[in-house]
């Protein structure tokens, strides 16, 4: 059994707005293992991202605050750790990939300053010399050619996918245990996307770090993650191990999902069928369903899912696999 490094119990994130309170994230569980990756997908808004940032806690209070739960990295829960010291695990401990490397980097500085600053941060005992050749033997580990040079480099200077191994090599300078990447592949074309996933797998198999992949595309979660959690609405209707999640789906939500993966002919390259939908659109967080959120939108919805035998409760359905369904598909 793999060695558990994160463990998050029955997160609640909550946000003050002009209408009021809202609940962001409710009641999320999940486990990182070290040399593992969890997948964690969804629709935009469906708290994925917002869960990352608890982690870190990086929630901006105001407006947000995490309302309850534990986050416990290595068994010591991260919301009680004073906000000097969360700055030591902060980017040393657990590292975070941003969803835009353009705006998450300085553009006033070369991208050599940026991952020194990291090391000048957290390995406060290496020499400035050492934390220029770290930088440099970071950027050749992901993978940019011609390091030397590129280290002097400023963000505008590099393509999409160089900005975005620039942000791997500073995420991983202090080889944490615990890497999150938010949407790491977003805007990069298919064959870019295809070599930073293999990069990430390539570092995570000789550093034994475990991932929380956070992504809507679900070919990315097929290729890289061992275990998956679905989140619909701030919260977590299916989760199981990736192989049995496409095999056998057992939340409506998860199978749509899956559904809506283009499938082509390998003779022609022509889509096989037109895609399937999932009707209608996520509801507001002020608008909330009665009962099963996913309701208005799901082909099997009976009575008993709207509202007089309240919230459906994330339940085993296999080994290894819960679902938050009252009529979870066989």
Excluded: W
């Excluded at 009641?27 to 990182?32: A, I, L, R, S």
Aim: net charge negative.
């Amino acid at each position: 059994m793999a060695e558990k490094i994160l463990e998050v119990k029955d997160l609640v994130v909550e946000f003050k707005t002009d209408r009021g309170l809202i609940t962001a994230v409710n009641g999320v569980n999940f486990d990182v293992f070290k040399g593992k990756t969890l997948g964690i997908v969804g629709e935009s808004g469906s708290g994925k991202s917002v869960t990352a940032l608890s982690v870190m806690r990086l929630i901006p209070n105001p407006p947000g605050r995490v309302a309850g739960g534990e986050i416990l990295y290595r068994g010591k829960n991260v919301l009680d750790i004073p906000l000097d010291d969360m700055r030591t695990i902060r980017g040393n401990k657990i590292a975070m990939i941003f969803q835009e490397p353009m705006t998450s980097l300085n553009p006033v500085f070369t991208v050599g300053n940026q991952i020194e600053e990291v090391l000048e941060l957290h390995q406060k005992d290496l020499s400035k010399q050492a934390r220029q050749d770290k930088a440099v033997e970071m950027l050749r580990l992901v993978g940019i050619p011609s390091p030397e040079k590129r280290v002097k480099e400023y963000p505008h200077q590099l393509s999409g996918g160089m900005r975005q191994r620039v942000m791997i090599a500073m995420s991983l300078a202090c080889e944490p245990d615990i890497l999150i990447a938010d949407e790491p592949t977003t805007a990069l074309d298919v064959t870019i996307q295809a070599q930073i996933l293999e990069l990430m797998k390539k570092l995570q198999d000789e550093m034994g770090m475990g991932i929380i992949m956070i992504t809507h595309d679900l070919g990315v979660v097929a290729e890289t993650c061992d275990d998956v959690a679905v989140m619909y609405c701030g919260q977590i209707v299916e989760q199981a191990h990736v192989k049995t999640l496409f095999e056998n789906p057992r939340h409506p939500y998860t199978k749509g999902l899956i559904e809506s993966i283009p499938s082509f002919d390998s003779t022609t390259g022509v889509a096989k069928d037109r895609l399937p939908t999932i009707e209608g659109m996520v509801p507001s967080l002020f608008e909330l369903p009665e009962g099963c959120n996913f309701q208005n939108r799901c082909a099997y919805a009976t009575e008993k899912c709207k509202g007089q035998h309240g919230d459906p409760k994330l339940e085993s359905v296999a080994e290894g696999q819960t679902v938050r369904c009252f009529h979870p598909l066989s």
